[in-house]
């Protein structure tokens, strides 16, 4: 097995488990202007909630330091996450300063929509190469239910389009599907995705954090989502592209592009996970189902060196053997895992 800890220009760092650190997701903001059902349901996180105070969230240059000292450790991927990123200000100025780090091969970035249309030229400019958008169906009322403010499904896709023409391409979208809800709107948005040309990817309902309500009985498995569309549109499994992806490919036999699903409760991935994720305070959590994060912030305020920091994370990663899909079982119930919009997708 390769060395675990990572010195600039080394070996990728290692966990337990002989998992190698390959991506990085950077949350710059744990507010967002949806309340999706399955993430930040209204009846509980109301008008009066209150997010972090903006003092405590890491400065952009506080970000992208950790970025430059990641990226030893084996980071090529950087995905910007929230909340929804959109909603902080002067956002393509972040994306500028992450461009221009060396090594970072794949700039990319989650988001709602929602300011998209806005914003899609300025962080095209800035360096985002590109970009994923949340879209739980086009039914315009399933889709206000899901994002729980009926923000309207036209104004997202106006984003995607803005998207499309300021070259943030391939433009994928991800899709959380919850029985009940909008298993229905499967195979319309693989219809409509197939005749635009786009990736859509089918996320199974997962139980990340503790305010979602989830039940195994909403969960609509991937093999169904897969038989539903191959029903009319045929379809064949594809090659992972790389190492620790965690959607499972499947393209249409006749040649009109591929779909792809992400099955973290029927069919864990575990075993190849390569992703790290840093809160907007700067907390560095090893797993989406974490229960506690590492405190980077302090770090960064208090006067450590840049190698100071990288071995925390390298002792940190060392020490990672979470593989929470796998186990996940009466044991796992009811522990005090973080919520999604602390720490990103």
Known sequence: ?????????GAPARDLLGRRLHDLRIS??????FRCVYCMPAEIFGADFAFVPRAELLSYEESARLVRIFVPLGVEKVRITGGEPLVRRDLPDFVAMLSAIPGVRDLTLTTNG???R??????ADAGLRRITVSLDSLDPEVFARMNGIGFPVSRVLEGIDAAREAGLAPVKVNTVVRRGLNDASVLPLARWAREAGLTVRFIEYMDVGQANGWRLDDVVPASEIVDTIGREFPLEPVAPAYRGEVADRWRYVDGGGEIGVIASVTEPFCGDCSR?????VGELYTCLFGTHGHDLRSLLRGGATDDEIRASIVEVWRGRADRYSEIRSD???????????AIGG
């Open 1 to 9: 097995m390769p060395p675990m800890d990572a010195p600039p220009g």
């Open 28 to 33: 710059v903001t744990d507010r967002c202007n």
């Open 114 to 116: 929602a300011a998209l």
């Open 118 to 123: 806005r914003l899609a030229g300025p962080l």
């Open 276 to 280: 790290a994720r840093v809160s907007a």
């Open 331 to 341: 044991e796992t119930e009811g522990l005090p895992r973080v919520e999604m919009f």
